[in-house]
């Protein structure tokens, strides 16, 4: 067995080499293989092969080109989990085109922002989400991109079907070659301003597959299900582009998350290796039947600091402990308790682990460029040149990248406040942006600001995290209206709607505090240390 360091080093000559990402993610294994067993909402589930993603996807990248997609250009997805998203993936490479993920819970102001800066020029779509793309206040009339529907009964007279793709016969297409090309292009959010856009290359996808072997360790026996959704890029690359380049087999669940649906999954399926978000595991232990028919051998988390009473329960329940990982949309995974034989260990209470393969983490100070000392609370940040799986050279312009970076360009800083002991472990203490983690979804408080700014009624507003049992955090609103308008509860399930409908399902205040005005600095800044007291108030 090779060593994880001599792995990273072979899996970054696979993915630097001028090879195409469809064969390195398709073509190269064989036909027969099974790439994703799909559970249907019934819990009915099939197998897609690899030989069914070839053949789909050749097909969809030649009709693709017949709509006039050129090499370089962005083709988005707004749909389920199943085999339509997973070719519209696939094809999409295969046409040398750039893949955008659009997470379905988002509202058509969230999605439009998304096509527009992306410069979309495709977005294939399913029933359940066609109508957030039709013409409204916030989805322009005249946009540059193309629908494509997967189901013709919710076609509108200008879409074009999947259907109508698939049967295209064209073999004209130049498939997205080289190391250094982009292969996926998709937002983070942060305090401040619109999403930050960020450009993968095609060699990125290495440093998920070394998490995958690495810090995940699924291996060919395994039943694999990352529970995350592929809208983002934790569930995108771990439940997605890792199996597909590794060739592993990776389960995909339909549907929106559901506690009772997932323990059916993990006893029908027999899941061996599980990763989700700790939300996840909050829910599933709150609605716990008892049921000892679980075939679980490794248990991960990610997306937002593990809670220590998750593994009080899943010691006892499961036999096994949840092992914590840490991550970014920028940069993939790079902390973690790995279960990986060379680097397994017990997982400390509370520690992301240490830093994973190929790359090479340090605590700096909070006011110098300096390293921390052991145990000293600090910038969390990675040494660029000692890192060979760094991919990150900044945002998508206009979007600033200054203050991802040292000043001598040696450190890439996470944001995040953490320390390290004398063991190398790591300890996430916070954010330094303010950025909310709930359920694991990063939510930046200025986009549900902007959204709840443009109602009527709001004269201001400022969001902020507060504690959950269940979320580890939830989003709660404070908002000052204009004249004219009386606080109460009818106006705050309102608000809540309204974030709703214009920006995401998942990212609604579940509070919200009407107040006169928002406490700031001298300089006009919102205090949100001061909201957070305040959280907990009666509306």
Excluded at 29 to 49: I, M, N
Excluded at 280 to 289: C, I, K, N, Q, T
Excluded at 426 to 445: L, T
Aim: charged share 20%; proline share 6%; with cysteine.
């Amino acid at each position: 067995m090779s060593s994880p360091t001599e792995r990273v080093s072979a899996l970054l000559r696979d993915f630097r080499e001028d090879v195409s990402a469809i064969w390195l993610m398709c073509d190269r294994h064989p036909e027969d293989a099974v790439a994703f067993t799909v559970v249907d909402e019934d819990l009915s589930a099939s197998d897609v092969t690899f030989g069914d993603l070839r053949s789909r996807s050749t097909h969809f990248a030649a009709g693709l080109v017949e709509l006039g997609v050129e090499p370089g250009d962005r083709v988005a997805t707004l749909m389920g989990k199943g085999l339509d998203f997973l070719t519209a993936v696939l094809g999409t490479w295969r046409a040398g085109a750039v893949y955008v993920p659009l997470f379905t819970a988002f509202g058509p102001q969230a999605i439009a922002s998304r096509l527009e800066r992306s410069r979309a020029v495709v977005v294939v779509t399913d029933a359940g989400q066609r109508a957030k793309l039709d013409p409204g206040p916030d989805m322009p009339a005249e946009r540059p991109w193309r629908v494509v529907i997967a189901d013709e009964s919710a076609a509108r007279e200008s879409d074009v079907t999947l259907a109508a793709l698939l049967r295209s016969d064209g073999s004209a297409f130049s498939p997205l070659t080289g190391g250094d090309a982009p292969i996926v292009h998709m937002f983070t959010s942060g305090t401040t301003g619109t999403p930050k856009g960020v450009i993968h290359p095609l060699h990125h996808v290495a440093a998920w597959q070394s998490y995958l072997e690495h810090g995940l360790h699924v291996t060919a026996d395994d039943n694999y299900w990352c529970a995350a959704d592929p809208g983002w890029a934790y569930g995108f690359y771990s439940a997605v582009a890792a199996p597909l380049a590794a060739g592993t087999r990776s389960i995909l669940v339909k549907g929106a998350f559901n506690a009772a649906t997932t323990w059916k999954v993990l006893k029908a399926l027999q899941v061996t290796n599980f990763t989700a978000a700790p939300t996840v595991y909050r829910a599933l232990r709150a609605s716990d039947d008892g049921d000892t028919t679980l075939g679980l051998r490794r248990a991960s988390s990610a997306g937002e600091p593990l809670t220590p009473e998750v593994n009080v329960w899943a010691e006892k329940r499961l036999g096994i402990r949840v092992h914590d990982h840490y991550g970014q949309t920028e940069i993939g995974m790079l902390l973690g308790n790995c279960h990986h034989p060379q680097l397994a260990r017990e997982p400390k209470a509370g520690s992301m682990g240490r830093a994973l393969p190929g790359f090479e983490v340090v605590v700096l100070h909070q006011q110098s460029d300096d390293v921390a000392p052991m145990g000293e609370l600090g910038r969390l940040a990675v040494e660029i040149e000692a890192s060979p799986l760094m991919t990150f050279a900044g945002y998508q312009q206009p979007s600033p990248s200054a203050d991802k970076f040292a000043a001598d360009g040696r450190y890439y800083l996470t944001g995040d406040l953490a320390k390290v002991d004398v063991e190398d472990d790591y300890f996430f203490s916070s954010r330094d942006d303010d950025v909310i983690i709930m359920a694991g979804y990063r939510i930046g408080p200025f986009e549900v600001e902007s959204v709840l700014s443009q109602h009527d009624a709001v004269s201001e507003a400022a969001v902020v995290a507060v504690p959950d049992e269940i979320r580890g955090e939830v989003m709660e609103a404070h908002v000052a209206l204009r004249p004219g308008y009386t606080a109460g509860e009818a106006l705050a399930v309102e608000l809540q709607r309204w974030v709703k409908e214009k920006f995401a399902a998942h990212a609604y205040p579940r509070a919200v505090h009407f107040t006169d005005a928002l406490p700031k600095t001298p300089s006009g800044k919102v205090q949100r240390y001061l909201l957070r007291q305040r959280s907990g108030e009666p509306q």
